[in-house]
């Protein structure tokens, strides 16, 4: 009758077929940036163009889709699906929480363009004419488009996905894994699947390594800056090496606490230096434009979404290449490691949660980054006489910054605190990188689990020597347009995972609307209450509750199965330990499969419970008990079972079965 489970107990090991052609890939791409870089970037420029002027119309569409379709998902009646079983609890603090989605999805770009961006676009604004209030206010609406609902809309569509697959339908956490209502297992586990896995693990690494490269030379420039240090390639090489070696030991921590902590000393210190800027500043002026500047871009945020400056001919189109099409690419390049992430550290928030989360907790601080610092340049560049300031923030953007701190007092300090910041943010990039890299990298998972120490140390390591390689050739450019130009191919992606997670979804509202039909649950035919009553407040141990599954649930369970197999049905029963339970699962071919799960689970007694005479136990159990619940594949029933007799068992999984199959009625 039993029959071995259809589950995946096979060992973790390394996907040697994502990770050499990842690996042979970069390697490729690397080398051909290092050995001819003159020819790498005519090339990769000449690719990015083309991308942008045949696609750009395309990524403006796409990327409102992305943004329409993880807003709806919120607020829809899905939004209370938990990503996980209905009975999980998040696995990280909300504040916790909030500190990694910002210093995963934001980084060192924040003190890179926090005030060069605002500033350029005031100075040499795409349309009308510069440094006047109107181009101010048009400053802000751009910048605020180009990190606002649209990119992290990016993040919480790709999140979500393969949250929910790997913590609510138990599958690896992998991009593959999202796939398999579209294609199936068999193509996810196969070709396809390692397809995607290693696009994933190239995009990542040659993302992480131009992101670390770039914010290296930020990084040297404000050594140089405050303390006189030479701009040298040796001096750039010393900070990788210090980066590299940091994101290993945070990497060996473990995510609970090395990229927890790194996040909110992160969160912490950009606050500081957020706030003390508004304070020392003209702070009533600053107020008043970041409320201004909220306005004017919810205000024109529809039509500047599909805006591809049609009407404006070759110059029109070359803005739109270097900025807005940029910024689009350059997310979705980022969103298979930034999304990666921030499911890892989302488990037991519900889908409302984590897109209002993902989309709105950074934003905010984003605006008021943006808003201060940029406002804080033109105001010194407007009414102070700051032109050097405003050349700066033109010529070096990633000077804007220390540029802006000699206008206030104690500018040494605030150079120093934003050049640890930086640094803090490379380890967190580097460390969260090698994390999502090795992750992507195994076979064999488990959802919620990670790669072992080496090979996330192994990633870290090559990230660090990627970057130093490219840093030594200055490569940066050519790769960072590879980067954008392989945005295109994964936008696709995103879109299947847009029709592959609403499927699923669906999924979820019909069984929803199965489970209203009535249980029909008879106890003893309703003559003998009494013994639903002693039922109901009895708290047996461990050892009753097993004798429970053995004498009563065990032999209901086979009686239904052989009559289901009688009638042509896959089914079988299996039986798991730690925790102990039993299980019943039909197969449909094809079709959803039906599983009726009972579980032992300890519980806590009841105050009035605890001086009972039948249930007095020594040592722990003294205080619990026991009771066999029944799970479905979408988690626990919040029922008990001990005390059920056998013909009561069976009308409950009848019950169960009834609702699945109505559940499959209604999907067909």
């Avoid at 910054?401 to 040494?412: N, Q, R, V």
Wanted: neutral net charge; hydrophobic residues 50%; contains cysteine.
């Amino acid at each position: 009758m039993n029959s071995p489970p259809h589950t995946s107990n096979s060992p973790f090991s390394v996907n040697r077929t994502v990770f050499a052609a990842a690996s042979l890939i970069s390697v490729l791409l690397i080398l051909f940036t290092i050995v001819f870089p003159a020819a790498s970037e005519a090339v990769l420029g000449s690719s990015l163009r083309w991308v942008s002027d045949h696609f750009g119309w395309y990524y403006m569409l796409v990327v409102a889709a992305y943004t329409v379709f993880a807003l709806f998902v919120g607020i829809s009646r899905y939004g209370d699906i938990k990503l996980g079983k209905d009975q999980d609890k998040p696995d990280f603090p909300f504040l916790a929480w909030a500190a990694m989605l910002f210093s995963a999805g934001i980084g060192i770009d924040l003190l890179f363009f926090g005030v060069s961006e605002p500033l350029t676009h005031y100075l040499s604004p795409n349309t009308g004419a510069g440094s006047t209030p109107e181009a101010a206010r048009a400053a802000f609406v751009q910048t605020f488009l180009h990190w606002g609902l649209h990119g992290w809309g990016i993040y919480a569509l790709i999140g979500m996905a393969l949250a929910y697959f790997a913590y609510r339908k138990n599958l690896p956490l992998s991009l593959r894994s999202a796939l398999i209502p579209l294609f199936g297992k068999k193509r996810t586990d196969g070709w396809l699947g390692d397809t995607v896995d290693t696009f994933g693990v190239v995009c990542t690494l040659l993302g992480i390594a131009t992101s670390l490269g770039i914010g290296v030379l930020q990084a040297n420039a404000g050594l140089s800056h405050v303390f006189g240090m030479d701009s040298s390639k040796g001096v750039q090489a010393a900070i990788i090496l210090g980066v590299t070696i940091a994101a290993g030991l945070s990497a060996m921590s473990g995510v609970e606490k090395g990229v927890r902590r790194l996040s909110e000393i992160n969160m912490l210190g950009a606050t500081f230096l957020l706030l003390a800027l508004l304070v020392m500043g003209p702070t009533l002026f600053l107020l008043n434009a970041f409320t201004e500047n909220i306005g004017d871009y919810f205000q024109n945020v529809l039509g500047k979404t599909f805006q591809v400056y049609a009407y404006q001919g070759d110059a029109g189109a070359e803005w739109k290449s270097f900025w807005t099409v940029f910024f689009w690419a350059w997310w979705v390049a980022w969103a298979p490691f930034v999304g990666l992430f921030i499911a890892r550290i989302s488990r037991g928030r519900t889908l409302r949660e984590f897109v209002f989360g993902v989309m709105f907790i950074p934003l905010g601080f984003i605006f008021a980054w943006f808003s201060i610092f940029g406002n804080s340049g033109i105001d010194l560049v407007a009414n102070h006489g700051a032109a050097a300031l405003g050349k700066t923030a033109l010529e070096n953007p990633a000077m804007g910054m220390f540029a802006l701190f000699e206008h206030y007092p104690w500018a040494a300090f605030w150079s120093g605190l934003s050049v640890l910041i930086g640094l803090i943010f490379f380890v967190t990039s580097a460390d969260s990188g090698a994390l999502v890299l090795a992750n992507l990298s195994s076979r064999n998972l488990e959802s919620g689990s990670d790669a072992p120490v080496w090979l996330r140390l192994f990633w870290a390591a090559a990230t660090g020597l990627i970057t130093l390689g490219l840093l030594l050739a200055g490569g940066f450019a050519s790769l960072q347009s590879v980067s954008v130009v392989a945005g295109l191919p994964f936008s696709l992606v995103l879109l299947m995972y847009m029709a592959s997670l609403w499927t699923c979804l669906r999924q979820e509202g019909n069984k929803r609307k199965a489970n209203q039909v009535d249980k029909a649950m008879v106890l003893d035919d309703g003559r003998n209450w009494r013994n639903r009553l002693h039922r109901l407040i009895d708290f047996p141990n461990a050892q009753t509750a097993q004798r429970f599954l053995v004498a009563q649930l065990q032999p209901a369970m086979l009686e239904v199965a052989h009559e289901l197999q009688s009638k042509g049905l896959d089914t079988d029963v299996t039986e798991q330990q730690n925790p102990h339970g039993v299980t019943l699962s039909v197969r449909h071919n094809g079709e959803v499969d039906f599983l009726y799960q009972v579980k032992l689970v300890e519980a806590v007694k009841p105050v009035f419970a605890l001086g009972q005479s039948g249930n007095l136990s020594t040592g722990s159990d003294r205080e619990t008990y026991y009771r066999a619940e029944v799970f479905l594949s979408e988690g626990s029933q919040d029922y008990d079972l001990v005390g059920y007799t056998k013909e009561q068992i069976i009308i409950d999984i009848l019950n169960q079965y009834e609702r699945h199959m109505q559940f499959l009625h209604l999907e067909r």
